[in-house]
């Protein structure tokens, strides 16, 4: 059975914070490779930056392209950081805030697009966001694809653990996908 892994990037890294050092995505892969009983056939990783990368930016997506043993061998997708205009209604003061723009948008074309292409029977989501609702649906019902959810119990959409065939709960693989005290 081939199985596609696609990680919101933003969702477990704020699972992460509450974690020592953070996720290993390599630790992590491991772990719904066993859950899985067989390799991933493809991972992607989308996330949204600040433009230009810095050094220790560049490196990590460098380490996450790498084949194990060294990284988890993940195609990586950026999006630009947008500007969120805020103004205080309290004092007037204007400020900007970054915040993701197209990474929910491209998770939902890859997750349609892989299936309709056929690139895998099961799918494996490491995301909370009941915005993928749709995806998943028509992924499930009219493709017939298998669909596994990967989250934590406090942000995982009830949407999406209702079209799941399995959950695998990030807080029953901890220690094991902790990156602990050493960071890459």
Request: aromatic residues 10%.
């Amino acid at each position: 059975m081939k199985t596609v892994w696609i990680a919101d990037a933003a969702y477990l890294f704020n699972y992460g914070k509450s974690r020592p050092g953070g996720i290993d995505y390599l630790k992590l892969k491991n772990e719904l490779e066993r859950a899985n009983g067989e390799p991933i056939h493809e991972a992607y990783y989308l996330n949204s930056i600040s433009e230009p990368l810095n050094d220790a930016q560049n490196s990590f997506h460098s380490w996450i392209k790498s084949a194990a043993p060294k990284g988890p061998k993940m195609r990586v997708q950026l999006y630009k950081l947008k500007d969120l205009h805020n103004k205080c209604p309290a004092c007037s003061h204007q400020f900007d805030r970054p915040v993701q723009k197209g990474v929910d948008v491209g998770i939902a074309t890859l997750i349609i697009k892989l299936a309709v292409q056929n690139v895998y029977d099961r799918l494996i989501l490491s995301a909370g966001d009941g915005d993928f609702e749709d995806a998943i649906s028509y992924i499930k019902s009219d493709l017939h694809k298998q669909f596994w959810l990967n989250g934590a119990t406090t942000t995982l959409s009830t949407d999406l653990q209702s079209y799941s065939d399995r959950v695998l709960w990030l807080d029953d693989m901890t220690p094991a996908i902790d990156k602990g005290e050493f960071q890459r």
